[in-house]
């Protein structure tokens, strides 16, 4: 039995798997939240097990610091922006 993609849902085949951040993920499908950079298991940064690329990491780390430590506590959501839709509005079709 194959384990779903964490970003896109669809079954994930060991030939395309990547194992990161305790989830499985379509080669094309692990990349960076923000700028969408294509991410390897080698460049990645994981934070709230979700892949961000290495430009962006830190911005994404110094933005969570006190404020979002407080969201946290009250809530368990990301601030709204951030959480992007799971299904992208366009894909490439064969
Ligand atoms: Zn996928
Ligand atoms: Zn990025």
Known sequence: MNPQC????????????????????????????????????????????KPYCNALAPLVLAETTPEMLELKQGSKELRPGMESPPRPSHRYSP
Do not use: I, Q, S
């Not at 305790?22 to 298991?41: I, P, Q, R, S, T």
């Open 6 to 49: 964490a970003r896109c849902g669809k079954v994930v085949y060991p030939t395309e798997k990547v194992n990161c951040l305790d989830k499985y993920w379509h080669k094309g499908c692990f990349h960076c939240e923000v700028c969408k950079m294509a991410l390897n298991m080698n460049n990645y940064k994981g934070y709230e097990k």
